[in-house]
């Protein structure tokens, strides 16, 4: 009788603690949501310091500016801090004979536990207001959802594991964007997350301003100097702004650096093989207190153009 009597309170106990431990986990993973959300639709993409390989990343208005080249980028920063974000991405644009640019891409964005999954969908129009200046105006639906998986982490619990592996609600945000171009210049504004979407009571995806500019200069002997910045502001968020140069001969290949004085810092390379293939790398050197835990973090980039070039519509190349 006595043995029945503590058997049945440890399991009492024991139903307590695993209770006790789902509310904790579960308070835990919604800030864990929010931290992944806020990173994923705060910027679009984890890392706004490429975005001149992926330009749509800034505003919807630049789909199709690359014409029909499909993207490939793996982003590996802090390299050698465990659980320290990894991105694939995949990027898909198409430009029309009537000024109509389309963009689709994938993002698979991996920190700590979180894994965040999305697909964005950008249209854009590139309205000709001279023979060399062009506005663009467009639009970016994008829908996502953040995974979380604990069981290969210090928190795993023999108990109960299936409470580790959690997902959090599918949300979807609205982008716009214009900018105008020229063959030698270009300046934009772009407004992320204008619906603000609810990631769980009383908790919404940052709202995003971002203003853009960049421009090409002729240097002697085929080179060129391109230059760039992207300042960006969002909600509750310290503004950031980040500075690019880069030197290029013959649109073959090209070096260059980007600063980012709260952030990072690093250089950039950029080969092409050919006309429809690029290569790019960048490494990026952290400004923070990271340094004193790692020193180094990397992009790897492939672009290729999935159909044959058409002159009368190529658009200026604006970014790399």
């Known amino acids: 009788m006595v043995t029945s009597t503590l058997t049945a309170k440890a399991m009492k106990m024991n139903t307590h603690m695993t209770t006790f431990k789902k509310l904790l986990l579960t308070e835990s993973l919604v800030v864990l949501f929010t931290l992944a959300a806020y990173t994923l639709f705060g910027q679009q993409h ?6 001149l390989y992926t330009p749509v990343a800034v505003s919807p208005a630049h789909a199709g500016m690359q014409d029909q080249h499909v993207v490939s980028i793996v982003d ?12 694939g991405m995949i990027s898909m644009d198409y430009h029309n004979l009537r000024g109509l640019g389309l963009n689709l891409t994938l993002i698979n964005d991996q920190i700590g536990p979180a894994v965040t999954q999305h697909a964005a969908v950008s249209g854009a129009y590139h309205l000709q207001v001279s023979d060399n200046a062009k506005l663009s105006t467009g639009l970016r639906v994008t829908v996502g959802r953040t995974a979380v998986d604990l069981i290969d982490e210090t928190y795993y619990d ?6 580790y592996d959690l997902q959090g609600p599918l949300m979807a945000n609205v982008d716009i964007g214009s900018t105008f171009n020229t063959p030698t210049y270009y300046a934009g504004i772009s407004f ?3 619906n603000r979407a609810e990631i769980y009571d009383n908790n919404y995806t940052a ?4 203003v853009f500019g960049g421009h090409r200069l002729p240097l002697q002997g085929q080179w060129s100097l391109r230059s760039s910045f992207l300042a960006s502001a969002a909600t509750n968020s310290p503004a950031d702004v980040n500075f690019h140069a880069f030197v290029e001969h013959q649109e ?3 070096l260059g650096a980007h600063y980012s004085p709260a952030d990072e810092m690093g250089l950039l390379l950029r080969l092409n093989p050919s006309r429809d293939w690029h290569v790019f790398y960048q490494y990026n050197y952290p400004l923070t ?3 004193y835990l790692t020193k180094r973090s990397h992009v790897i980039g492939l672009s290729f153009n999935v159909a044959p070039r058409i002159d009368s519509f190529t658009s200026p190349r604006l970014f790399l």
């Open 46 to 51: 984890p890392s706004l310091d490429n975005y």
């Open 76 to 87: 590996a920063q802090w390299v050698g801090l465990k659980g320290a974000p990894r991105t």
């Open 158 to 163: 023999l108990v109960d594991p299936n409470i």
């Open 192 to 194: 992320k997350n204008v």
């Open 207 to 210: 709202q995003v301003l971002q």
């Open 252 to 254: 073959k290949w090209g």
């Open 289 to 291: 207190d990271l340094v």
